[in-house]
Every structure is written in C-alpha cells, then in structure tokens.
Nanobody, 128 residues
Framework: QVRLVESGGGLVQAGGSLRLSCAASGHTFIGAAMGWFRQAPGKEREFVATINWSGDNTDYEGSVKGRFTISRDNAIRDNAKNTLYLQMNSLKPEDTAVYYC???WGPGSRDGSRYNYWGQGTLVTVSS
C-alpha cells in the first residue's frame, strides 16, 4: 500500500524557517517525480515545487523561488522509504497553508491532477 506522510509543519514567525518532510512508502517510486502543493483557507490548491527522480531538475512557483528548496532521498530497495523535503526560509504570512506532498510517474508537473499519490497534509502557520 502506497503511503505519503508529511511532517514538520507548525507555527513560525514571519522571517523564520521550517523544513517539511514527506516519507513515501509502499513502492520504490523509481523514476517518479515528487512535488509539494499547498492550500490556504478559502483558496484552491496551488503548486509549490516539484523535483524529478534524479533530483537534477526542479521547478518552483514564482513567489517561493529563492526562499524554498525542494530535495529528495531516493530509496532503491522495495522496503525502503523515499523522503521528500521542502526547506522553507524567509517565511511570510501568505505562506500559511496546508502543505501536501505528491508523487507521479514520469517528469514533474505543476498540474496537481497529474499526480497519482497524495499525502494527508501538514499545516504551516506563519504569524506576522
């Protein structure tokens, strides 16, 4: 059974940092891209960042570029976990949202509908 479990969310003051993690298990995810999305209260889910399998191709939404960094540790063995990270620096109140990790086969995408697997989300709250 495929599972994506996010962690690392919490309350932080503006200008602070948080590091989100997403543990992916139940599949090796070899060749799969992974991404972060977020949904603020009353708003639609939006793309944050994506990374390909090898980690040498990343893409960021404009407002987080230069502040957020996506990275990953890949598992090769069937019973190992892939871990996706999102280092978030210089946080702003407008970054407040539930952050979701997702995985898809093939290249990364900004389109959430193309992702096959989703986590349950972790809440990030940035106070002013």
């Amino acid at each position: 059974q495929v599972r994506l479990v996010e962690s690392g969310g919490g309350l932080v003051q503006a200008g602070g940092s948080l590091r989100l993690s997403c543990a992916a298990s139940g599949h090796t995810f070899i060749g799969a891209a992974m991404g972060w999305f977020r949904q603020a209260p009353g708003k639609e889910r939006e793309f944050v960042a994506t990374i390909n399998w090898s980690g040498d191709n990343t893409d960021y939404e404009g407002s987080v570029k230069g502040r957020f960094t996506i990275s990953r540790d890949n598992a090769i063995r069937d019973n190992a976990k892939n871990t996706l990270y999102l280092q978030m620096n210089s946080l702003k109140p407008e970054d407040t949202a539930v952050y979701y990790c997702a995985a898809k086969w093939g290249p990364g995408s900004r389109d959430g509908s193309r992702y096959n697997y989703w986590g349950q989300g972790t809440l990030v709250t940035v106070s002013s």
